[in-house]
């Protein structure tokens, strides 16, 4: 009779559970679309809001923690520039959203400061996202998200927090300088880029300047110093602005082509001399990345060839020393027949001879230019 014999199956380790992997955006948040959330780290108590209105004749300005200042009707022929700054107050932003017709997504992206730069184009209005960099009073490199709505004769601008670089902007809409009075809202909207445009400049001329420091200590006697931690942030610094230029360039590239009754076919040609300015920046910040990643090669090659330098010095002193250490050793045995210590001055005569190899070998070393 056969009998059935039950064998037991090993049982298989348990694989580890993988993780599903999110997006980064994701990671942020898993809010609805549309949900305003700031992202930023940049909080003030209260939202700031500055509204300037300007004809070819007439200038004024209004300055204020309520966003009821924006919602003034306009005068007809007036180009008005509502600057808001305080994206952590998603309340505020929503009810001037909702007074603009601005779309659930545009809001969305101006508090997110993780959006990357771009443009999108409405039936009324345009939606531009960059991002403002610039040193502040500190000296401390600053990564500002800007956005901007375009529309029929007005402007919004979306700023983390106060300060920016539209100081001298301000100035020349008050003295009724340059052709922003004479000009629309579209006109604006390209001094805005260009001044953002021109302080990327200025940090690539500062970090030209640091990079030749940098070189001038490899190339000098300062060279022990170490100055690892200066080329990591010098590098860090390089990849935040090429971050913030190269998708800035695609913007701007778009804008120049972009088919809008916003934009007049004069400030086309503006915003075309802009581009060649976002791409010069963008050539500049990729031969200093280049310079950047270089230094710490030559950094190390500067390390190593003081070490080699240390190196041969410290083979030549043990070559000299090693035949006189020989003779020395020969002479401290204590045989009790060695020929030469009966010599009277047998001393002496080893001393010289001890001399004269030491000069001969500096003079070998000379010649042959290891000295």
Not at 88 to 105: N, R, S
Not at 220 to 225: L, R
Not at 274 to 286: E, G, N
Not at 298 to 311: A, C, F, G, K, P
Request: net charge negative; aromatic share 12%.
């Amino acid at each position: 009779m056969n009998k059935h014999i039950k064998i037991k199956k090993p049982k298989l380790p348990r694989m580890p559970r993988i993780p599903k992997i999110k997006s980064a955006h994701k990671m942020l948040k898993n809010d609805v679309p549309g949900t305003l959330t700031y992202t930023g780290s940049k909080e003030q108590k209260h939202v700031s809001v500055e509204l300037i209105e300007y004809t070819p004749h007439d200038y004024k300005i209004e300055q204020g923690n309520d966003i009821s200042i924006a919602f003034d009707k306009q005068k007809p022929g007036e180009i008005s520039w509502i600057n808001i700054n305080g994206l952590a107050h998603t309340d505020q932003i929503e009810k001037l959203g909702q007074h603009y017709d601005l779309h659930p997504l545009i809001l969305e992206d101006i508090v997110d400061t993780n959006q990357r730069p771009k443009i999108d184009e409405y039936p009324n209005y345009l939606f531009v996202v960059f991002k403002m960099l610039y040193f502040n009073e500190d000296g401390a490199f600053m990564n500002e998200h800007i956005s901007l709505v375009l529309g029929e004769n007005y402007l919004i601008t979306f700023q983390e927090a106060d300060g920016d670089v539209f100081d001298s902007l301000r100035m020349r809409i008050a003295n009724a300088k340059g052709r922003v009075r004479n000009a629309g809202a579209d006109y604006l909207m390209f001094a805005i880029m260009d001044a953002v445009v021109d302080h990327y400049f200025t940090l690539i001329e500062t970090m030209s300047d640091r990079i030749e420091t940098l070189e001038d200590i490899l190339f000098s006697n300062q060279a022990e110093q170490d100055i690892t931690q200066d080329i990591q942030d010098l590098k860090r610094e390089v990849l935040r602005l090429r971050k913030a230029v190269f998708p800035f360039r695609e913007v701007v590239n778009r804008l120049e082509k972009i088919d809008s009754q916003l934009i007049d076919e004069r400030t086309v040609t503006y915003i075309r001399d802009l581009y060649d300015h976002v791409v010069q920046v963008s050539d500049s910040i990729d031969i200093y990345r280049e310079m950047t990643w270089g230094l710490m090669d030559m950094y190390m090659t500067t390390i190593s060839n003081r070490m080699n330098e240390v190196m041969k010095v410290l083979t030549i002193i043990s070559s000299i020393f090693i035949p006189l250490t020989f003779m020395a050793g020969i002479y401290g045995m204590n045989f009790e027949y060695i020929p030469e210590l009966n010599l009277r001055y047998g001393y002496f005569y080893l001393w010289g001879l001890m001399f004269i190899i030491f000069f001969l070998l500096l003079y070998y070393f000379k010649r042959k230019k290891w000295l």
